[in-house]
C-alpha cells in the first residue's frame, strides 16, 4: 500500500511559476513510475507528466516546456515545477503511482492516487 500526499498548489497569476509536491509512504518508492493528473471543473481527468522507475518522462502536449517532473527516490518525493503558467492550467492536481517500469499517461493504470491539491491561475 502507498499513501500519497501533495502540497504546493495555490494561487497564481498567469505567467507565474508554482512547485508542487507528492510525498510518498508506504512501499519502496523506487519501485514505482510517478504521474501527474489534472481535472478541471467539469472537464475530465487529463495526463500531465509522468516519469519512469528510470527517470524517463513524457510530458502532455500543452505542459511541454513549461512544465518538469522529477523524482527524488531518496527523499521519497516526485515533483511538478510548473513554469509560464496560464488561465487554463487551473485544476486540482494529483499525483498517482503505478507499477509499471516506464512512464506513461493512462489513467487507468494507475494503482494509488492523492487526494489533489488545487492551482488557480488568474488572468
Known amino acids: 500500500q502507498v499513501q500519497l500526499v501533495e502540497s504546493g498548489g495555490g494561487l497564481v497569476q498567469a505567467g507565474g511559476s508554482l512547485r508542487l509536491s507528492c510525498a510518498a509512504s508506504g512501499r519502496t518508492f523506487g519501485t514505482y513510475a510517478w504521474g501527474w493528473f489534472r481535472q478541471a471543473p467539469g472537464r475530465a481527468r487529463e495526463f500531465v507528466a509522468a516519469?519512469?522507475?528510470?527517470?524517463?518522462?513524457i510530458y502532455a502536449d500543452s505542459v511541454k516546456g513549461r512544465f518538469t517532473i522529477s523524482r527524488d527516490n531518496a527523499k521519497n518525493t516526485v515533483c511538478l515545477q510548473m513554469n509560464s503558467l496560464r488561465p487554463e492550467d487551473t485544476a486540482v492536481y494529483y499525483c498517482?503511482?503505478?507499477?509499471?517500469?516506464?512512464?506513461?499517461?493512462?489513467?487507468?493504470?494507475?494503482?494509488?492516487w492523492g487526494q489533489g491539491t488545487q492551482v488557480t491561475v488568474s488572468s
Open positions: 516519469i519512469g522507475r528510470g527517470g524517463t518522462t
Open positions: 498517482a503511482a503505478d507499477t509499471a517500469v516506464l512512464a506513461h499517461p493512462s489513467a487507468s493504470s494507475y494503482d494509488y
